[in-house]
């Protein structure tokens, strides 16, 4: 699908759209998750079709050439099928790309998926609550550059609200219309390499 493509309204609109090689991929993706993960919640997200439990899960996405397939959290599950492997515009996700002809690896997608639900299930991790600052309201023109590309928009939701605050208030102390526009492109570019605002300064 293009970039330019009006954004389908449905899972359903979004399959019949997709390039013909396309369709059995994403029909088969749809059935699997479904199947062994009925918890989860369908939807489309950012414009591709997404599984929802307490946080993104799942989705894919049909491209001219290719599928992807991915798993939102993938890094953080162990002992993963050597068919996820890290994909270069995320370092949260893992997941694989198909092509025409290619296999479905659906055992793996099984295990994985059953594995990200219990993941997404466990909330030890956030279950302290803690004292934050007030949540700063995210400016448009942000919020439309990050959403026009998906793999950007999907590691902005996996950030905690301290480093989402660090992109919304890089942009928002831009002094000049042309430095904003900048950093918004420059915010963009990092978010679809999976990388913080200020990750290249952490060791």
């Known amino acids: 699908m293009k970039c330019d493509d009006p954004k389908p309204k449905s ?4 399959i019949a759209s997709a390039p013909d090689y396309a369709k059995p991929f994403c029909v088969a993706f749809r059935r699997l998750v479904n199947e062994t993960s009925p918890g989860l919640t369908e939807a489309l997200k950012w ?3 997404s599984w929802v439990g307490r946080k993104l899960v799942c989705g894919f996405a049909a491209f001219k050439e290719h599928v992807t397939f991915w798993i939102f959290r993938g890094k953080e599950l162990k002992n993963r ?3 996820f492997a890290s994909l270069p515009d995320s370092a949260a996700m893992r997941g694989f790309k198909l092509k ?3 296999k479905i690896p659906s055992t793996a997608i099984k295990r994985m998926l059953k594995a990200a639900v219990a993941l997404d299930a466990d909330g030890s991790a956030d279950s302290k609550p803690r004292k934050r600052r007030p949540e700063l309201r995210m400016p448009a023109d942000l919020a439309k550059a990050i959403n026009a590309v998906p793999s950007a928009a999907a590691f902005f939701e996996t950030l905690p609200p301290s480093a989402k605050r660090e992109f919304i208030e890089w ?3 831009a002094k000049r219309p042309e430095t904003r526009e900048k950093r918004l492109a420059q915010s963009v570019t990092m978010l679809t390499e999976g990388r913080r605002r200020n990750e290249q300064y952490r060791k």
């Open 11 to 14: 899972v359903d609109a979004y």
């Open 47 to 49: 414009g591709v079709p």
């Open 81 to 83: 099928h050597p068919e």
């Open 100 to 102: 025409a002809g290619d």
């Open 171 to 173: 942009v928002t102390e």
